[in-house]
């Protein structure tokens, strides 16, 4: 099985998005100037270094989960985190969905884009 390439995308010059594993890999998490951690998950650890703000977003990766409810906290925490020159970076177990969705809705509040906008970047 191939493992997963280190790394955090960027979004935008102030929003990450990452995997668990890349999130709380201290190097990656250094050199972007992360500030700020949103875990949108209920078991992944958080980054280390206690120089690090952390968000969780208590959610299991199913679709029955209620994730629009912390769409507007979680777009205000990177907006306000960007605002005082911060990097934020959203993760949850595999970058894919939970974490995206969290970026979507950043994007859609903040960005003014549209759905399809912010899905395709």
């Given at each position: ?9 960027k ?17 990656l998490?250094q050199?972007?100037a ?13 980054p ?65 884009l ?5 899905f395709?970047?």
């Amino acid at each position: 099985m191939l493992q997963p390439q280190l790394q955090l995308c960027k979004v935008t010059n102030a929003l990450f998005i990452s995997n668990a594993r890349s999130a709380c890999t201290d190097d990656l998490i250094q050199q972007e100037a992360v500030t700020l951690c949103i875990n949108v998950s209920k078991q992944q650890p958080f980054p280390e270094s206690s120089r690090i703000a952390a968000l969780r977003v208590p959610v299991y990766d199913d679709p029955s989960e209620d994730l629009y409810r912390y769409f507007d906290s979680c777009a205000d925490a990177i907006r306000d985190e960007a605002s005082k020159g911060g990097h934020t970076v959203v993760y949850c177990k595999n970058g894919r969905s939970r974490s995206a969705t969290i970026c979507v809705a950043y994007l859609m509040k903040y960005r003014k884009l549209s759905l399809a906008e912010a899905f395709t970047g």
